[in-house]
């Protein structure tokens, strides 16, 4: 049986868990948070897909929206990443776009959010019964239960995003190492260091700037929200 590994991580902690899989279950493994990587590993085959990415304002993140329909594997495992805030519809919205997959199986991980600096422990040994029922092929298609959500979140997401959350380029600091530019994961960075409008607002050029020419600037009532309670429970199904 083959089995493909194929993950979204602009920031690490989903690969994490899409590494832990890859380990126990062996396969193939694909790293789809580039641009290009999302065009060469479209056509990949395989029986059982295991699709490791995080929750982006309660939605599946805009460059993984038309990888996903490309997925001709007739059984998929996801293993859902977020913030410990709220993941709404998003397995449901990933189910709407595998066109010919069945979900067989789940997990919703809460990690580190991208716009904190914290640290979070994921207790592996949660996975340990669903590893088993994927080792020993014991599964069937799952049933994605509906949850309530905010309706309004997925109304001017982008706007709202762009709103609370902002880039600053200090283009004296810059020199030219492009490590931003070819690791952004919507490649929305230019080689004059302009940020263009397709940005997911992922944070990694943040962190990857070894110079601190770009910074990030958070709207108090993001600050606000983020300081909300994380929730810590993990969902294995
Ligand atoms: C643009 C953006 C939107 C996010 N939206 C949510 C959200 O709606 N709810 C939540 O709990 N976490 C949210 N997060 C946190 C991410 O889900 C979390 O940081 C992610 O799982 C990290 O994955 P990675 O380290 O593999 O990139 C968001 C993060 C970013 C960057």
Do not use: W
């Not at 990888?67 to 059984?75: E, N, T, W, Y």
């Not at 943040?206 to 600050?223: E, G, N, Y």
């Amino acid at each position: 049986m083959e089995i493909v590994h194929g993950y979204f991580s602009p920031n690490g902690e989903t690969k994490k868990i899409a590494q832990l899989f890859y380990n126990e279950l062996g396969g193939r493994f694909f790293d789809l948070t580039l641009p290009q990587s999302r065009v060469d590993y479209r056509k990949v085959k395989a029986d059982l897909y295991i699709l490791s990415l995080p929750v982006y304002s309660q939605n599946i993140p805009k460059p993984l929206k038309s990888f996903l329909i490309h997925i001709k594997a007739p059984q998929v495992f996801i293993n859902l990443t977020y913030g410990g805030f709220s993941y709404g519809n998003v397995l449901r919205k990933i189910k709407k776009r595998l066109l010919v997959s069945k979900i067989v199986g789940y997990t919703v991980t809460p990690v580190k959010h991208s716009f904190i600096d914290q640290h979070i422990d994921i207790d592996i040994s949660l996975y340990d019964s669903v590893l088993k029922k994927l080792k020993t092929r014991d599964y069937h298609e799952v049933r994605i239960p509906f949850r309530f959500h905010n309706i309004f979140t997925p109304l001017f997401e982008k706007a709202r995003v762009r709103s609370n959350f902002k880039l600053i380029v200090d283009k004296d600091l810059c020199d030219h190492c492009n490590l931003c530019i070819n690791e952004c994961p919507s490649g929305s960075i230019t080689h004059s260091i302009k940020i263009l409008d397709s940005c997911i607002s992922c944070n990694h050029c943040v962190q990857v700037c070894p110079r601190h020419a770009i910074t990030s600037k958070k709207s108090k009532f993001l600050d606000y929200y983020l300081k909300k309670k994380q929730k810590t429970s993990v969902v294995v199904r």
